[in-house]
């Protein structure tokens, strides 16, 4: 089955931006089934979709991260990324990329990569 | 945007006993509507999709059930491994949205 590995810096400075690669193996990121998100959830807290990117290359963002946020796909190297701008310490959390479908549920995920923005 | 609410915030059962999970949506998700299981230092598992179908691999001994507004995940018998987090996530309107989860710990 797919598996997903998140990476990218885990201490990020204020007013900077966030910015993850999620990779893709055991499976096609072009496959016509297949979408992918980003989650996050803050130490000890609960989870927060952040967006999707679907096989037609469209996305959709949570309305209160929609100004800071990008996801976009890098087929030839079967990758998808998170860039989060202007990041304060309200954006620290472990951030979880996941395959999804056009149903928007989300399985499986990759292990998580926290991130600290902090000066 | 869709509140899901999710009941008992901590529920303590013994092994071997049946643990039943509430999840609440502000309005209306019709069947849209999905738990995964997370355990400490580890990423969420998907367990149920559509309100009642198990995703792949998932053991039988966990159920799902409701519509509309109200849902329950039922653990039939509690194993070991089943003590986590679980969240309920409503996959019928943007924002998606999650509860705020469910710890299940040994009584």
């Known amino acids: 089955q797919l598996q997903l590995q998140e990476s990218g810096p885990g201490l990020v400075k204020p007013s900077e931006t966030l910015s993850l690669i999620c990779s893709v193996s055991?499976?096609?990121?072009?496959?016509?089934?297949?979408?992918w998100g980003w989650i996050r959830q803050p130490p000890g807290k609960g989870l927060e979709w952040i967006g999707s990117i679907y096989y037609s290359g469209s996305t959709n963002y949570n309305p209160s991260l929609k100004s800071r946020v990008t996801i976009s796909v890098d087929t030839s190297k079967n990758q998808f990324s998170l860039s989060l701008s202007s990041v304060t310490a309200a954006d620290t959390a472990v951030y979880y990329c996941a395959n999804t479908t056009k149903s928007n549920w989300f399985g499986p995920w990759g292990q998580g990569t926290l991130v600290t923005v902090s000066s | 945007e869709i509140v899901m609410t999710q009941s008992p915030a901590t529920l303590s059962v013994s092994p071997g006993e049946r643990a039943t999970l509430s999840c609440r949506a502000s309005?209306?998700?019709?069947?849209?509507l999905a738990w995964y299981q997370q355990k400490p230092g580890q990423a969420p598992r998907l367990l149920i999709f559509g309100a009642s179908t198990r995703a792949t691999g998932i053991p039988a001994r966990f159920s799902g059930s409701g519509s509309g507004t109200e849902f329950t995940l039922s653990i039939s018998s509690l194993q070991s491994e089943d003590f986590a987090v679980y969240y309920c996530q409503q996959h019928n309107y943007w924002p998606l949205t999650f509860g705020g989860g469910t710890k299940v710990e040994i009584k």
């Open positions: 309005q209306s998700v019709s069947s849209n």
């Open positions: 055991s499976g096609s990121i072009s496959i016509s089934s297949h979408s």
